[in-house]
């Protein structure tokens, strides 16, 4: 009976216990997934569209972009891609084919990477399109 | 004696019971905050820069982009704002003063909350740019 008891109270305490540190994990990772974007530098490259371009959309994701995010290295947070598509309004052109965007903590980080690696990340361009990328720099402010 | 022994067995199945409820629980949040934008359509509105040319961030932020979010309903996943800033290439103006962006699940559906609300909307731009828009919808590959 004693040792019935002693038993009970032994697993009654573990569980406490195993529960207690379930909840504390939790909160560690659910703080860790609420890191906004907000205050970020995005570098953002825009392949604009017009008759005769042309774009390779597996090359630039599978290739070409983790290429540069691959000279990066930690100042990049994340990098993002999109695809154009039409916007359903009549008669209005495709602005741009893909867009590319870089998330990274400092410009100046940024483009000290970049600067070595220019000549390599222009001549990948022929590899996917033929037109030349406008540039742009942002803050993220949501 | 006896009754300690059912007290105790009954605060064990509580705990046993409260614990499995948490994991369950955090399962379903877990996996809410692993979705990913692929997929997402994504509406973007783009305000060029040009001499003369304005653009009230705060009004945008907490004015603007809440109303228009609004009309968008349970199709909306998420909508951002960038602010341009110099991209530090010597004589290369801004191209864009500010960025919003709307992720939807459905480019339809986006287009028939907007369309009763166009008047509303175009009216609002007054309030805070002189520009007109660029307006681009893509599909988030990344």
């Given at each position: ?26 909160k ?5 997934m ?7 530098i995005?570098v ?7 008759e ?67 000549d390599a ?16 720099v ?5």
């Open positions: 009976m004693k040792s019935k008891l002693i038993l009970l109270f032994s697993l009654l305490t573990i569980c406490t216990v195993a529960f207690s540190q379930e909840k504390k994990s939790d560690i990772s659910k703080h860790n609420s890191v906004t974007d907000k205050g970020l995005k953002t490259i825009m392949y604009p569209y017009s005769g371009k042309t774009f390779n959309m597996e090359y630039y994701e599978t290739k070409h972009m983790p290429m540069v995010a691959g000279y990066l290295g930690a100042n990049l947070v994340k990098y993002t891609i999109e695809k154009g598509v039409p916007n359903g309004i009549p008669n209005q052109p495709l602005p741009y084919m893909a867009i590319g965007a870089f998330y990274v903590k400092s410009l100046s980080e940024y483009q000290a990477a970049i600067a070595p690696n220019l990340i222009r001549a990948d361009f022929a590899n996917y399109t033929n037109v030349i990328p406008v540039l742009m942002s803050e993220v402010v949501q």
